[in-house]
């Protein structure tokens, strides 16, 4: 086995661990490989170990990968920073768009997805936190952006996306992802029907899983140090 590929099995290993701890199918947690600053050789290495869903956070970088790896079947997620002027090249390329916490940004990625594609799936990020420096919407705002992202009618709004504080206390890594899903369940309860909870990277994924993630964000534990 390459690296790549008994890191991934690791990583599977470690949430269906944690998944069964807490009484969840393992299938309820999808695995997105973090690939920003890889190659499009490491990447075709995780889909040959059978990887599918890959992150990419720079767009001009992912799009140079997209088009060398168009021959596989991947779906590609954009997790970074959305810059007004990228919004077209996002729409158009991406299956998924998990940073949006303004409406404006919103509003553009719905009118450049291209009429051919399904809409594209969104996650709003929340700044759960509390940092100044860091993006993504407040917690009391998120009703607000959700009720109005839901009506945009190219973009199909799936949950919510976090990135906590890091912390090498565990304990600590909870309550961030346990407010995440409190705000999704609070958003079902008004009527939408969220699925999504996109949290949990390579040092906290198992606090996010056991919190109810439903997508875990994994660069460095599968791909190595960045
Ligand atoms: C880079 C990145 C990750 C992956 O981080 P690792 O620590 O390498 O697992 C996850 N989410 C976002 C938004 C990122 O930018």
């Known amino acids: 086995m390459t690296t790549i590929a008994s890191n991934l099995q690791a990583v599977r290993n470690a949430m269906a661990t944690t998944a069964a701890e807490i009484g969840r199918t393992p299938g309820g947690v999808v695995l997105l490989a973090v690939s920003k600053t890889f190659s499009p050789a490491a990447i075709r290495e995780a889909y040959h170990a059978g990887q599918i869903a890959f992150g990419e956070s720079y767009v001009q970088e992912a799009l140079e990968k997209i088009a060398a790896l168009h021959?596989?079947?991947?779906?590609?997620?954009?997790?970074g920073p959305i810059q007004s002027n990228k919004t077209r090249a996002i729409a158009e390329n991406f299956s998924w768009v998990h940073g949006v916490d303004k409406l404006k940004i919103a509003e553009r990625l719905s009118a450049q997805r291209p009429q051919?594609?399904?809409?594209l799936n969104v996650c709003l990020q929340v700044n759960v936190s509390g940092e100044d420096s860091k993006s993504g919407v407040a917690p009391d705002e998120v009703d607000g952006l959700a009720q109005a992202v839901t009506r945009l009618p190219q973009l199909r709004l799936r949950g919510l996306m976090a990135i906590p504080a890091p912390s090498d206390n565990v304990a600590a890594q909870h309550p961030p992802f346990a407010l995440l899903r409190e705000l999704r369940d609070k958003?079902?309860?008004?009527?939408l029907s969220l699925d999504t909870l996109s949290m949990g990277m390579s040092h906290d994924f198992a606090a996010a899983i056991a919190e109810g993630a439903t997508i875990v964000r994994v660069g460095s534990a599968i791909f190595g140090q960045r």
């Open 71 to 79: 021959d596989l079947p991947l779906e590609w997620h954009f997790i």
């Open 187 to 191: 958003l079902n309860r008004q009527g």
């Open 116 to 119: 051919n594609l399904p809409p």
